[in-house]
Antibody
Framework: QVQLEESGPGLMQPSETLSLTCTVSGFSLTSNGVGWVRQPLGKGLVWMGT???????NYNSAVQSRLSISRDTSKSQVFLKMNSLQPEDTGTYYC????????????????WGQGVMVTVSS | DIQMTQSPASLSASLEEIVTITCQASQDIGNYLSWYQQKPGKSPQLLIH???SLADGVPSRFSGSRSGTQYSLKINRLQVEDTGIYYCLQHYSAPYTFGAGTKLELK
């Protein structure tokens, strides 16, 4: 079955670089895109960026200058790197699988990881 | 960027009641609209995709509809397990944008 699992450090200092890993199973990264979604504590969901099945990426302009998403298809892993962290980057980070484009009006998010909480504080 | 205006922000309803949540898109997004339910401490779960299609395993009391650029999620006969926060998402064009969420509680 499809699974996604985020991992990474829980506590970061301001100005540091965040590195998160999303390990997937039950599907191939060359068949579906994977996106990252952030949720500040007690607030709503914000799409951060996506790496598509073909390897191209899209980023939210709000974080584009600080964000990089990459992958290792042989390990079924997607990576998020975001530099110059600030306290407002605190929140839960989810990776989620995009449906295929030909699955209705895709690519919506059809499976989500459990999320990883990241706190940015000195 | 496409803005998704979701309403109401919060809603209190009784068991078996019919509940409707709406999202208004700032421009035409066709049927590129999905709905998610999030329970406390959990990740969002897909309810509706393609504006009106029920996701696998989702109870049939959930339904989605579209009228122009307004999208609605309807819950027939509200159940205890339906409490949580509901979000819409437009995936017509990047940046993909979520509605602000609707917190649904039982009265």
């Amino acid at each position: 079955q499809v699974q996604l699992e985020e991992s990474g450090p829980g506590l970061m200092q301001p100005s540091e670089t965040l590195s998160l890993t999303c390990t997937v199973s039950g599907f191939s990264l060359t068949s579906n895109g994977v996106g990252w979604v952030r949720q500040p504590l007690g607030k709503g969901l914000v799409w951060m960026g996506t790496i598509w099945a073909g390897g191209s990426t899209n980023y939210n302009s709000a974080v584009q200058s600080r964000l990089s998403i990459s992958r290792d298809t042989s390990k079924s892993q997607v990576f998020l790197k975001m530099n110059s962290l600030q306290p407002e980057d605190t929140g839960t980070y989810y990776c989620a699988r995009h449906s295929r484009y030909n699955s209705g009006y895709g690519p919506y998010f059809d499976y989500w990881g459990q999320g990883v909480m990241v706190t940015v504080s000195s | 960027d496409i803005q998704m205006t979701q309403s109401p922000a919060s809603l209190s309803a009784s068991l078996e009641e019919i509940v409707t949540i709406t999202c208004q898109a700032s421009q035409d997004i066709g049927n590129y609209l999905s709905w998610y339910q999030q329970k406390p401490g959990k990740s969002p779960q897909l309810l509706i995709h393609s504006a009106t299609s029920l996701a696998d395993g989702v109870p049939s009391r959930f339904s989605g509809s579209r009228s122009g650029t307004q999208y609605s999620l309807k819950i027939n006969r509200l159940q205890v397990e339906d409490t949580g926060i509901y979000y819409c998402l437009q995936h017509y064009s990047a940046p993909y944008t979520f509605g602000a969420g609707t917190k649904l509680e039982l009265k």
